[in-house]
């Protein structure tokens, strides 16, 4: 039995910079969760197909790992990958929650890419396994670099690590499913003409502990938060104060002991 985990990630901040080609473009600090993790384990089993086991209720094919498994065999065309998995299974121990702004579809899916490039010894680099990555997630490349706090940009394909060891922090997710693409469009819709892109001029090069010290409020913090009230319902009932929003929601996080 092979494994790795696939740690949870939050927002410590997220600005939207504007819209191409039909997607938001945003700047944001990824920082790894390590202690809320996924495991991923390739357990020996003679399959006749592509086989994954643990994901609840999730359709098999519009699962990311599944995804990400049809993305490499496409653009690798290693049959070395289709051999392994006629004698593994794909089993998950699910950890991180779903629909909950803490990027566990796509660190799953790049955890399983990883663990794949490294038992298959797959002929590309790393940056190669990230665009392919992207294919699947906005989220998926940040994790592939495996970089415990990085700036990410463009629509999440540029990832520049940055220097500074993950925050111990707490976690809070609330008993509400935030729709991502739902978030985005009532952003689209209702929030993007107000983009100040003064308003966060500098704030990748300032550290995450100062930055929290600093502002305050989640709103200023995370463009993506005032949408995801108006879209998903009891948020705001749920919402705790002193806390910060990851992502498109609905999970909130704060510094342990603040």
């Known amino acids: 039995m ?9 927002n410590i901040f997220l600005k939207i910079t504007g819209r191409k080609e039909g997607y938001h473009t945003l700047l944001s600090r990824f920082m790894q969760v390590p202690e809320l993790y996924d495991t991923i384990r390739f357990v020996p089993a003679e399959c006749d197909r592509f ?25 690798t065309g290693d049959l070395e990958i289709l051999e392994f998995f006629h004698h593994h ?20 899916a790049a ?15 790393l940056e190669e396994l990230a665009r392919i990555g992207s ?13 415990p ?39 689209k819709e209702r929030f993007f003409d107000r983009i100040d892109p003064l308003s ?13 010290e600093r502002v305050h409020d989640p709103i200023l913090l995370n463009d993506l938060y005032p949408a995801a ?6 948020l705001e009932e749920e919402a705790p104060d002193g806390w910060y929003f990851s992502g498109s929601g609905s999970s909130f996080f704060r510094p342990r002991n603040a």
């Open 51 to 75: 086989t994954l086991e643990g994901c609840g209720e999730i359709p098999l094919e519009s699962n990311t790992i599944t995804r990400a498994f049809h993305a490499l065999n496409e653009a």
């Open 229 to 234: 009230l108006k879209t998903c319902e009891k």
């Open 89 to 108: 299974k794909v089993v998950v121990q699910k950890r991180i929650p779903s629909q909950a702004g803490l990027g566990g579809g796509s660190s799953d």
């Open 149 to 187: 706090s990085a700036n990410v940009t463009g629509f999440g394909e540029i990832v520049e690590a940055f220097d500074e060891e993950p925050l111990p922090l707490e976690i809070y997710t609330p008993p509400v499913a935030c729709d991502t693409a739902a978030v985005y469009r009532t952003f």
């Open 135 to 147: 294919r699947i997630g906005a989220d998926v490349p940040f994790f592939v670099h495996d970089y």
């Open 111 to 125: 955890a399983f890419m990883r663990l794949v490039y490294r038992v298959c010894d797959l002929r590309i680099s």
């Open 2 to 10: 092979i494994e790795i985990h696939a740690p949870a990630k939050v």
């Open 200 to 212: 966060f001029l500098g704030w990748e090069k300032i550290p995450s502990a100062r930055l929290l």
